[in-house]
């Protein structure tokens, strides 16, 4: 089936901003919003869920954490204990404090780690991945929202659409099965 | 503007009533003979607390260092009761003592965090200056009284600093201690209150200009003229703050054990105050919202509040373990026994410090969500507090009461002292000025602040 988008592009963020307000407040739906930097308040004022990401993070750093106490375990009380300043390994509880340091890195690292890369992942994006934008200008200095026209009065959205402070709107035909 | 309730005045007098009667009475009931002492620790014995007093009585002379322990033998059982009397009479002072520095704490922390918010100029926080003003209101009597108190410690009125007593400077006497000997250039009592008038007195002025800048700034804004002002003294102070506040803390709390030494000791009294602060900041501000003032306060400046008091927190942990791996590590013994006395005395308030001001406030704060919320704000607040007030309780108690520790009468009296005069004074502080800094530049940015 085809279907129809408007691409309408704005100079300015604070612009976009009013502008997704009043498109919401009217109804349309916002299919996506390309920026070329992160716009504060954006994912709110698109009504997007809040992100997730963070709880992911605290799995991971749990994850983390039961790697170190169970790799310094296994690694100096287990396999070979040693006797370091007068404190023989054969207790974890009691050398706990030698290995807070390497239970602290391995907890932001997985957090840090395993958070970007599930970043990447949701976000499809990987090597050699093709660029999604539809306007190159939208690295640059443009911003463009891109908005469903299917079984809309597309002049009216155009003519409402530029008073919103559009400094161009596109209609486009998307004759390839649309996702 | 605010207007103090009678509810609350009242309030906070007889918090203050209560603990100048409870602490009379701890300073009436400290025992003055080995008779007394004896007569304690018996009627105790049946309790069930007597043995482990007297069992423990000798590791709490590590502390101290400056007592061996052959001395002890050739003088038999008595000397073990003198030192049990001595720990005694110190109680009710250790007790006041900790109060009041904790309370003074408070205030400096508060007056430390907005100096940093006119030097880095921030925007989202000038609708709290006139809280912080308010905190910082109790600077100046907390402050004295603790002068006080350490002038009469620092002439060897009472017991409290090892290193008072001119017995140990004292080639001649048997209480001669070389170490402390060695460090008496900077240890003694004249440099001790001397230190201790410029510490407080360059604390007062900063307070008193950036205060009257702050009103100034108010009646004429035009050119930001007294704002120019605040910001050059802010910047100036935070230099002479970071310096006297670590001597300070060895002045005040370090040299209780003056045998041993941390060079990040400043560091960690400095995160354990700033922490108290803005922990004090954020729970009057709630207080105050809940009685429908300061409408222009939202949820986001509680949020970047309980934010500090979440990273402060872990900043603090940082610290503490930093001091303590180090010299477990190497667990070289006149360093150590710092730590030995305080885990094998004082255990429970030792580790029950480290849940309350590290786990608790990470599991409670972690949340985004939780951040604006303002009851999770208060409980983690109060906890936070309570966490700290032990912090100070076992970096102060080790070395003067030893073993013979308890929280008892004059602990919760002296704290219930300066509680009320703590209330007192920074809720009559803030009925003084608007509630709003409205000559503030940042004011507007303040007010919208959003996150």
């Known amino acids: 089936m085809a279907s129809k988008v408007i691409h309408a592009l704005y100079t300015d963020d604070d612009v976009l901003m009013d502008a997704v307000k009043q498109v919401r407040a009217e109804h349309y739906h916002i299919e996506e919003v390309y920026t070329p930097f992160p716009v504060h308040g954006l994912d709110k004022a698109m009504g997007l869920a809040p992100t997730r990401l963070a709880i992911t993070s605290f799995m991971y750093g749990c994850v983390g954490l039961t790697f170190a106490i169970s790799m310094m375990n296994y690694i100096m009380i287990e396999d070979w204990p040693q006797n370091i300043g007068g404190k023989p390994s054969f207790s974890y509880l009691e050398n706990m404090p030698a290995f807070v340091p390497i239970m602290f890195e391995l907890t932001v690292f997985f957090a840090a780690h395993l958070m970007v890369i599930t970043f990447y992942m949701r976000s499809k994006l990987w090597p050699f991945k093709e660029a999604e934008n539809p306007d190159v200008r939208t690295t640059d200095d443009h911003f463009l929202m891109e908005l469903d026209a299917s079984h809309q009065d597309v002049d009216s959205m155009i003519s409402f659409l530029s008073n919103t402070g559009a400094v161009e709107i596109k209609v486009i035909d998307k004759q390839e099965d649309n996702h | 503007m605010y207007t103090l309730s009678s509810k609350l005045r009242l309030f906070s007098i007889i918090l203050v009533v209560i603990g100048a009667i409870g602490l009379a009475t701890g300073f009436l009931s400290a025992p003055s003979t080995i008779e ?3 007569e304690m620790m018996a009627h105790d014995a049946h309790g069930g607390h007597g043995d482990a007093h007297a069992e423990n009585g000798g590791h709490a002379q590590n502390a101290h260092g400056t007592e061996t322990h052959g001395k002890e ?12 009397l001595h720990q005694l009479q110190n109680k009710p002072w250790a007790a006041l003592y900790v109060a009041a520095f904790f309370f003074f704490m408070i205030a400096l922390g508060v007056l430390a965090f907005y100096a940093i918010q006119f030097a ?42 090892v290193w008072a007593d001119p017995g140990v400077v004292d080639p001649d006497s048997d209480k001669f201690d070389a170490l402390i000997n060695g460090k008496s250039g900077w240890l003694n009592g004249t440099g001790f209150i001397i230190r201790a008038i410029i510490f407080l007195g360059g604390w007062f002025l900063y307070r008193h200009f950036a205060v009257k800048y702050s009103r100034l700034q108010d009646e004429d804004a035009t050119g930001n003229k007294w704002y120019k002002k605040s910001f050059k003294i802010s910047a100036a102070f935070l230099v002479f703050f970071i ?33 108290s602060g803005i922990t004090t900041i954020a729970l009057i501000t709630i207080y105050l919202k809940s009685k429908g003032y300061l409408e222009f306060v939202n949820n986001s400046h509680i949020h970047d ?49 480290l849940v309350m001001n590290f ?7 972690m949340n985004s969500d939780y951040k604006r919320i303002n009851w999770f704000v208060v409980m983690a607040g109060i906890i936070i507090l309570c966490g700290h007030y032990i912090d100070v309780y076992n970096m102060i108690m080790p070395a003067t009461v030893g073993a013979s520790w308890f929280i008892g009468i004059s602990e919760i009296s002296a704290v219930l002292l300066f509680l009320g005069l703590f209330l007192f004074i920074v809720f009559n502080a803030l009925t003084k000025a608007p509630l709003l800094a409205k000559g503030n530049p940042y004011i507007e940015e303040s007010k919208h602040f959003h996150y």
């Open chain 2, 36 to 38: 007394e002492v004896k």
């Open chain 2, 359 to 365: 786990i608790f406030p990470v599991l409670v704060l």
């Open chain 2, 120 to 161: 880095a100029q921030s925007g989202w926080s000038p609708v709290l200056f006139r809280v912080m003003e308010a905190i910082t209101a109790y600077l100046v009597p907390g402050g004295i009284i603790l002068f006080v108190i350490l002038a009469l410690s620092g002439l060897h009125v009472n017991h409290l600093f």
């Open chain 2, 243 to 275: 310096y006297t506040e670590s001597m300070a803390s060895w002045d005040w709390i370090m040299s209780f054990d003056p045998h041993w030494f941390s060079t990040l000791f400043g560091w960690y009294v400095f995160a354990s105050l700033f922490v």
């Open chain 2, 73 to 84: 033998d050739t003088h038999g059982g008595d000397a073990h009761y003198e030192h049990v």
């Open chain 2, 305 to 353: 509040l309980a934010k500090f008091m979440f990273g402060i927190s872990i900043f603090w942990t940082y610290l503490w373990f930093s001091q303590f791996m180090l010299i477990w590590y190497s667990n070289i013994p006149e360093e150590v026994t710092y730590f030995i006395t305080r885990i094998e005395d004082y255990r429970l308030p030792f580790f029950g410090m």
